[in-house]
């Protein structure tokens, strides 16, 4: 079983920074991409950056140049850089994991993170 562990959510003030990290442990594991989406309360999840193992990214257009995102696939951990934060940043921050276990090569795999909750006050 394939387990994602996140750390670095937390309490900051308008304009400050955090860095979000996620490590997909499991036996046999590989990751294609990783990646950080979010939700806001009474709003739907929305995509925040996704890596692939190349170094690939995608961004929401909203939040190109305030975060980035970063991989060490050989550890299969991501990082989530967020800097001028906002008080529309906060929410529940989620990884997710995309790959296959080295077993079953031909199932590609999805997992996701119970989220880390991120709170920018004005």
């Known amino acids: 079983q394939v387990r994602l562990v996140e750390s670095g959510g937390g309490l900051v003030q308008a304009g400050g920074s955090l860095r979000l990290s996620c490590k997909a442990s499991?036996?046999?594991?590989?990751?294609?991409?990783m990646g950080w989406y979010r939700q806001a309360p009474g709003k739907q999840r929305e995509l925040v950056a996704l890596?692939?193992?190349?170094?690939?990214?995608t961004y929401a257009d909203s939040l190109a140049g305030r975060f980035t995102i970063s991989i060490i696939d050989d550890k299969n951990t991501v990082y989530l850089d967020m800097n001028t934060l906002k008080p529309e940043d906060t929410g529940v921050y989620y990884c997710r994991a995309n790959g296959k276990i080295e077993r079953m090569p031909w199932e590609p795999v999805d997992y996701w993170g119970p989220g880390t909750q991120v709170t920018v006050s004005s």
């Open positions: 890596i692939t193992v190349g170094g690939s990214t």
């Open positions: 499991g036996p046999g594991f590989l990751a294609y991409y």
